[in-house]
């Protein structure tokens, strides 16, 4: 029979000691529960057990409810911990520290996303500090992101990639300068990242797909040989063409024949 966590906060410490316990129950939705009760009642208590199995849970939805359950609690209390675990060498401590930075929404937790979490060895590390550096950054500060972001283009696989293009896309304008350096990169995959990135950023409607196959494109024919195949293949063109082959006087001559031949040779001599 699965183990049922009570949230009612009346049972003070034996209560929490159970909460912390069922952190690390084998039944996953059990864990869940647990993280619950802790964000339901929070409690100071709690927070090395929750920032403790953020770094080891395996299952998505138990840790965003970990991370909700820390949000819970005081700033001044989470946010310091958190910072600790920035520097773990878990990957995923580091990941899910970022994570509920994030949810916490402190801005003064900026400074805290270095180059090297930026930069991280680990995709999903790397991941979320673009995610959480966008959402953190100051106005004034957002030209040297952008400078530093653009420097991830080409990195990893499409998930990497559309990642990375997003944070870029959030930045905004700002970006544009450090864009169009990328894509006159002599590297195609940083250059078709680069160009794709710039088509999000002028038609945020366009996938992702789609932008990276034009900018392929791009990157193989040319910026003017693309330019002139495009204007080639216009349906604008195409329908000006086909309208002159059909509205052209046909210039045809058809020989004359019989009495009509006769007629005419008799007017020629007659001039």
Known sequence: MQEVVSINPSNGTPQNTRVVGALSAEDASVRLQAAL???????????EALVGRCAVEPDFFVRDML???????????????????????????????LHTLSKIGDRSAWAWI?????????????????????????????????DELVRQLGRGDRDVRLSLSRALVEL?????PALEKAAASPDPEVATHARATGLL??????????????AKRVVALGPERAAAAAAAAA?????????????????????????EAAKVAAETAEC
């Open 67 to 97: 991370s909700w359950a820390l949000t819970r609690l005081p700033p001044e209390t989470t946010l310091p911990r958190i910072r600790r675990e920035l520097a773990s060498e878990r990957a995923q401590a580091r990941s899910q520290a």
């Open 114 to 146: 270095t180059r090297d979490l930026l930069r991280d060895a680990d995709e999903e590390v790397a991941r979320t500090a673009w995610r959480v550096a966008v959402a953190l950054v100051p106005g004034d500060e957002k030209g040297n992101l952008a």
């Open 235 to 259: 349906p604008g063109v195409a329908e000006t063409a086909d309208a002159t082959e059909i509205t052209e006087p046909e210039k045809t001559i058809r020989p004359m024949e019989g009495a």
């Open 37 to 47: 009760a802790a964000g339901s009642t929070p409690d100071a208590g709690f927070l």
């Open 201 to 214: 950023r002028q038609n945020p409607e366009t996938g992702f797909d789609a932008a990276v196959e034009e």
């Open 172 to 176: 905004g304008d700002v970006t544009g």
